[in-house]
C-alpha cells in the first residue's frame, strides 16, 4: 500500500484572488506493476504557444493520464506550456525541500508572471505519493472530487506540469489555467 495525500484549489475573478481552497485528503491505493514506455524527446517541441517544456517520463505519463479521461469526458486536451510548468516545477521543488503538501500562497502572481496575464480561471492540484507509478497518482486525483473537477473543468486549456522526488516521496504541481500567451519562452525553473 501506498500513501497519497492531495490538495485542490481553484479561482476565478468572481472569488477572492487569495482563495485557493486547501482540503487535505488522504487516500490509500494499492500499488500495482506498470510499465511507463513514454518517452521525452531530448530536443523541447514548438507549440502554438511557445515552446513545449520538457517533461520527465513520469510527468508526460501523468499529462498523457489526464488527456485520456478529458478526452473522455468530452473535454479538450490540455497543452503543456512552458511559463505554467516552471511554476509547477518550482513549487513542487519547494513542496519536496520542505517537505511539506501545500498551495502555493502567491500563484496568482506566479501565473501572472508566467505566460499568462489574461488568464480569467485558474486552478492547482498538489499531491505527494511515494510510488514512482504516475498511473497510481492519477487514480488518486481522479479519487478525490475535487481534483477531479479540475482535471476536468472544461474552461482549462493549459497546464502547468512538474513532479519534483525527494526523500523518497514524488511531489507533484499540476497548475491549470484557462489562457496562455507564449511569449515566456522555453523553460527554465530548476530545483
Same mark, same amino acid.
Request: charged share 20%; glycine share 8%; aromatic share 6%.
Given at each position: 500500500?501506498?500513501?497519497?495525500? #492531495? $490538495? ?12 485557493? !481552497? ?8 494499492? /500499488?500495482?506493476? /506498470? ?6 524527446? !531530448? ?7 511557445? #515552446?513545449? &517544456?520538457?517533461?520527465?517520463?513520469? +510527468?508526460?505519463? $501523468? $499529462? *498523457? ?12 486536451? $490540455? ?9 509547477? *516545477? ?12 501545500? *498551495? =502555493?500562497?502567491?500563484?496568482? %502572481?506566479?501565473?501572472?508572471? *508566467?505566460?499568462?496575464? !489574461?488568464? =480569467? ?8 505519493? &511515494?510510488? &514512482?507509478?504516475a498511473d497510481a497518482l492519477f487514480r488518486a486525483y481522479m479519487n478525490? &472530487? ?6 476536468? %473543468?472544461?474552461? @482549462? ?17 499540476? %497548475?491549470?489555467? +484557462?489562457?496562455?500567451?507564449?511569449? @515566456?519562452?522555453?523553460?527554465? !525553473?530548476?530545483?
Amino acid at each position: 500500500m501506498s500513501s497519497f495525500r #492531495p $490538495l485542490s484549489g481553484s479561482s476565478s475573478p468572481r472569488m477572492s484572488l487569495r482563495r485557493v !481552497a486547501a482540503t487535505a485528503t488522504s487516500l490509500a491505493l494499492a /500499488v500495482g506493476v /506498470v510499465v511507463v514506455g513514454a518517452a521525452v524527446s !531530448a530536443k523541447a517541441a514548438t507549440t502554438s504557444v511557445g #515552446p513545449a &517544456p520538457r517533461l520527465s517520463a513520469y +510527468d508526460a505519463r $501523468l $499529462l *498523457h493520464d489526464i488527456n485520456r479521461a478529458r478526452v473522455a469526458h468530452g473535454r479538450a486536451r $490540455l497543452v503543456a506550456t512552458a511559463g505554467t510548468t516552471d511554476v509547477a *516545477h518550482r513549487w513542487s521543488c519547494h513542496m519536496g525541500r520542505e517537505m511539506t503538501l501545500s *498551495h =502555493r500562497p502567491n500563484l496568482v %502572481d506566479a501565473i501572472s508572471r *508566467h505566460g499568462s496575464r !489574461a488568464w =480569467r480561471v485558474l486552478g492547482e492540484n498538489v499531491g505527494v505519493s &511515494p510510488s &514512482p507509478d504516475a498511473d497510481a497518482l492519477f487514480r488518486a486525483y481522479m479519487n478525490s &472530487p475535487k481534483h477531479r473537477a479540475n482535471i476536468l %473543468d472544461r474552461q @482549462y486549456r493549459f497546464i502547468g506540469i512538474h513532479t519534483e522526488r525527494r526523500h523518497g516521496e514524488r511531489w507533484n504541481t499540476l %497548475d491549470f489555467v +484557462d489562457r496562455y500567451t507564449g511569449t @515566456y519562452g522555453a523553460t527554465r !525553473a530548476t530545483c
